[in-house]
């Protein structure tokens, strides 16, 4: 290929990101404000509930009607239920497709009634799907099919973490480490430009603020660095129990006497008493973490707090209602911080003024450990927090807490409700042929051995080697090297199959012609 050519391709990537961007920017910040404005609603009408306790009858009936349109909503389109997260990762995977718009204003409209409502759910995961679902159209729109639709979903997904967290390094790490699973230089650099656009849009509408801009006296002293090793330890522990209640919670609502897509519903009900005794609680925790340290609370509340928001997140997200786990994830972590912070002050080995950098460590450590994406975690912080300063302790406390996860035999949350969701009647086969891209790690089979030495999947034809600015036309005496991208041309929805046929060959010898 030649220069030019590849850098036209670049540019028509870089204009894609910037237009996907964009409209994403726009959608995801009116989804955030929309969500923002009806939790403020709720809260106002929680006091005015305290002033008149009879018009609880009056909230009881409002929340069944909400709860049973967004029912029909996941009803008719049950690809809106959840964070989105799977959905992007499954559809980006070939696992199946949904049609774009209306999983756009289906989310958008559930999404806000939900989390607006006041539930403990995330506006991240809806927004990574909203901006999935803009870029898809994006494609649908411009007629782009195969691998240009999926580089437009993941760059969308990317724009849509970055407007609702204002972290687009993080977004664009997110979405290769957690959903692409490629660092394909075509993806990042669409991934990349169309977060940093969307960004942008959401600094213009909320301003610069970092938004979990925390302020702390001084870093840890690395004398105190023992103390990140056991708040590791906690958080991979109470991450590992999150993911086995999590995954449990279907199981549990179905002994409901009612419908799937009306347990919405009983979630909103459970609520109620929630926002009628702990208002300031309610909604996806960002402003749990920000008023931690002015709160002032003891051990005994903070636990109260970790306890109602565990159990109600649960709640909410087991009902199936359009919302997401990151920003809870993240508030259960920056309480966790909090109350271990709290217990170590009051042993007499911590000084209060260092409890702010673990409820910021904390945050992070605990979503590395359930989601199983440290870089993703450290950055996202970072970002967040609007502070380089926390590096070191961040990094300490997510592998910790990574590795303690993996002891107790997690796995990313996000891959297994995956896994969970793909059933035969789920996947969506389509007949046209399509581009799989698969990179060969260091330690893979494949790396130092010829292209002849393998049995390639028979449903797939090996028809590109990417190596650095090189795209190679593969031969039988091909050595593929570590960091090699494979592209390999296969059916649509054949792409899972053949991507775990070949993560098989790369780690066992015996697929090799003649062994």
């Not at 607006?116 to 494609?139: C, F, H, W």
């Not at 993080?170 to 959903?179: D, K, N, R």
């Not at 970790?306 to 972590?333: E, H, K, N």
């Not at 592998?399 to 996000?414: K, N, S």
Request: with cysteine; net charge neutral.
């Amino acid at each position: 290929m030649k220069k030019s050519e590849l850098d036209f391709t670049r540019v028509n990537t870089v204009i894609t990101g910037l237009i996907v961007g964009l409209i994403t920017g726009v959608v995801v910040s009116l989804f955030r404000w929309s969500i923002e404005h009806g939790l403020l609603l709720v809260k106002s009408a929680v006091g005015v509930l305290h002033k008149q306790p009879l018009l609880l009858i009056v909230a009881i009936i409002v929340i069944i009607i909400v709860g049973g349109v967004i029912g029909l909503l996941v009803k008719t389109s049950p690809q809106i239920s959840g964070s989105g997260i799977p959905q992007v990762e499954g559809q980006l995977a070939g696992e199946f497709d949904f049609p774009w718009w209306t999983t756009l204003w289906k989310k958008f409209v559930g999404g806000v009634l939900a989390i607006g409502s006041g539930l403990m759910l995330g506006r991240e995961g809806p927004s990574i799907q909203l901006g999935a679902t803009v870029g898809d159209g994006y494609a649908h729109l411009t007629q782009k099919s195969g691998a240009q639709r999926r580089v437009a979903i993941a760059s969308g997904a990317a724009a849509g973490l970055a407007a609702a967290f204002n972290a687009p390094i993080a977004s664009t790490l997110f979405v290769l480490e957690e959903i692409y699973h490629n660092f394909s230089p075509l993806v990042w650099l669409t991934s990349l430009t169309s977060a940093v656009m969307a960004n942008f849009v959401s600094m213009v509408i909320f301003g610069q603020t970092p938004v979990l801009h925390m302020v702390y006296t001084a870093p840890l002293p690395l004398t105190k660095y023992w103390l990140l090793l056991g708040l590791g330890v906690l958080l991979g522990l109470l991450g590992r129990l999150y993911q086995v209640v999590l995954l449990r919670l279907p199981q549990w609502y179905a002994y409901l006497p009612l419908p799937r897509y009306l347990h919405g519903i009983v979630a909103m009900l459970l609520t109620l008493p929630v926002a009628w005794w702990f208002t300031d609680l309610l909604g996806g925790g960002n402003s749990v973490i920000l008023h931690l340290s002015q709160w002032q609370l003891g051990t005994g509340m903070l636990l109260l707090v970790f306890v109602i928001r565990f159990v109600f997140s649960m709640v909410a997200y087991g009902s199936g209602l359009p919302g997401g786990i990151f920003l809870p994830i993240l508030t259960l972590g920056a309480v966790i911080g909090a109350l271990y912070g709290h217990v170590m002050v009051v042993l007499g080995v911590l000084s209060a003024g260092y409890v702010t950098n673990l409820v910021i460590t904390a945050m992070a450590g605990y979503f590395a450990g359930i989601g199983k994406a440290p870089f993703t975690a450290i950055l996202l912080i970072t970002e967040m927090v609007g502070s380089l300063k926390h590096l070191m302790p961040l990094a300490v406390v997510s592998l910790v807490a990574y590795i303690t996860v993996d002891l107790c035999g997690g796995a990313p949350i996000y891959a297994t409700l995956l896994e969970r969701m793909v059933t035969p009647q789920a996947i969506q086969k389509h007949s046209y042929t399509d581009r799989l891209e698969v990179p060969v790690f260091e330690a893979s089979f494949l790396a130092g051995h010829q292209v002849r030495e393998f049995k390639w999947p028979a449903q797939s034809l090996l028809i590109e080697v990417t190596r650095g600015e090189q795209t190679l036309i593969p031969r039988g005496d091909t050595v593929l090297r570590a960091g090699d991208t494979l592209v390999l041309e296969v059916q649509h929805h054949e792409q899972a199959l053949i991507r775990k046929q070949v993560a098989e060959m790369s780690e066992q010898p015996d697929v090799r012609t003649g062994d």
